[in-house]
């Protein structure tokens, strides 16, 4: 079945960078946009872009633009999501998800999240 | 960007009884070229990623129980509990994918009364 399977959880330092990854299975991998959103805790949902795993296009959310890098590859139907110069904000639950490009849709499905954790 | 907001923030409702949520955006999120609501409503419950509920406003995801609505279109939105259950509780998000950045209401967090 459909399926996004995410890389596990992360402590880091500030000042540090993260890199999650988001491997798909079950449909097309280049069909559908892979989007990354974040949760702080207790917070509401974040969108924070998505790659076209077709061409490798991005749309980055403004405030991530100059610490936000998303790549994919097509031979093992896996994206990533790189974020550097981490603060304390970033401390959050990451979640990859799909939304299909032809029709322009929703966000489909989900992975089960990477919680990564900044702190000294 | 487009700003979405929902109201209320929570609410408790009754087993059986019907629980609505609102959602409101900043602008039309109504794409003229095709006439769909590019809005979908997501359920969270604790520990989990969210799940999509519905989708172009009011097109019910498969294997969604039909007691779950949605209705409205270009700025103004509804999703409906017809008859709550118990394991509807879990906070509610609405989002706008017509235009980037997507965005999210700030969620609605519905319990038991």
């Known amino acids: 079945q459909v399926q996004l399977v995410q890389s596990g959880a992360e402590v880091k330092k500030p000042g540090a960078s993260m890199k999650v990854s988001c491997k798909a299975f079950g449909y097309t991998f280049t069909g559908y946009y892979i989007h990354w959103v974040r949760q702080a805790p207790g917070q509401g949902l974040d969108w924070m872009g998505w790659?076209?795993?077709?061409?490798?296009?991005?749309n980055y959310e403004r405030r991530f633009q100059g610490r936000i890098t998303m790549t994919r590859d097509t031979s093992t139907s896996t994206a990533y999501m790189e974020l550097t110069r981490l603060t304390s904000d970033d401390t959050a639950m990451y979640y990859c998800?799909?939304?299909?490009?032809?029709?322009?849709?929703?966000?489909?499905?989900w992975g089960q999240g990477t919680l990564v954790t900044v702190s000294s | 960007d487009i700003v979405m907001t929902q109201s209320p923030d929570s609410l408790a409702v009754s087993l059986g009884e019907r629980a609505t949520i609102n959602c409101k955006s900043s602008q039309s999120v109504l794409y003229s070229f095709d006439n769909k609501n590019y809005l979908a409503w997501f359920q969270q419950k604790p520990g989990q990623p969210p799940k999509v509920l519905i989708y172009?406003?009011?097109t019910r995801k498969s294997g969604v129980p039909d007691r779950f609505s949605g209705s409205g279109s270009g700025t103004d939105f509804t999703l409906t509990i017809s008859s709550l259950q118990a394991e509807d509780v879990a906070v509610y998000y609405c989002?706008?994918?017509?235009?980037?950045?997507?965005?999210f209401g700030q969620g609605t967090k519905v319990e038991i009364k």
């Open positions: 998800a799909g939304s299909e490009i032809a029709v322009s849709g929703h966000l489909d499905f």
């Open positions: 172009w406003a009011s």
């Open positions: 989002q706008q994918y017509y235009n980037s950045p997507w965005t």
């Open positions: 790659i076209n795993p077709y061409n490798g296009d991005t």
